[in-house]
C-alpha cells in the first residue's frame, strides 16, 4: 500500500498560481501511474492530470496549457503547478497512485479561486 500526503492547497484569486505537492511512502517501488484529481462541488471526480514512471503525461482539456505536471522520482513526490487560476478550478484535488498494489488516494486538499 502507498500512503499519499498533499500540500499546497488554499485560496488564491482568478489568475493567481499554486502549487500542490504530493509525497508518496509505503511501497513506493510498486507505483506506475501518479496523477491529480479533482471533484467540485456537485460534481463527480475527475482527472486533473497523470504522469507515469516513464514520463508520458496526460491533461484534462480544461487545463491544458495552465496545470503542469512533474514528478520528483527521488524524493518520490508528484507536484502540479496550477497557473491562470479560475473560478472552476474550485475544488478539492487529491493525489492518486497506481501501481502493482492497486490505486491509493491522499487526503485531499482544498483549492480556491475567488476573488
Known amino acids: 500500500q502507498v500512503q499519499l500526503v498533499e500540500s499546497g492547497g488554499g485560496l488564491v484569486q482568478p489568475g493567481g498560481s499554486l502549487r500542490l505537492s504530493c509525497a508518496a511512502s509505503?511501497?513506493?517501488?510498486?507505483?506506475?501511474?501518479m496523477g491529480w484529481y479533482r471533484r467540485a462541488p456537485g460534481k463527480q471526480r475527475e482527472l486533473v492530470a497523470a504522469?507515469?514512471?516513464?514520463?508520458?503525461?496526460d491533461y484534462a482539456d480544461s487545463v491544458k496549457g495552465r496545470f503542469t505536471i512533474s514528478r520528483d522520482n527521488a524524493k518520490n513526490t508528484v507536484y502540479l503547478q496550477m497557473n491562470s487560476l479560475k473560478f472552476e478550478d474550485t475544488a478539492v484535488y487529491y493525489c492518486?497512485?497506481?501501481?502493482?498494489?492497486?490505486?491509493?488516494w491522499g487526503q485531499g486538499t482544498q483549492v480556491t479561486v475567488s476573488s
Open positions: 504522469i507515469s514512471s516513464r514520463g508520458s503525461i
Open positions: 492518486n497512485a497506481v501501481g502493482l498494489t492497486g490505486a491509493d
Open positions: 509505503g511501497s513506493i517501488f510498486s507505483i506506475n501511474v
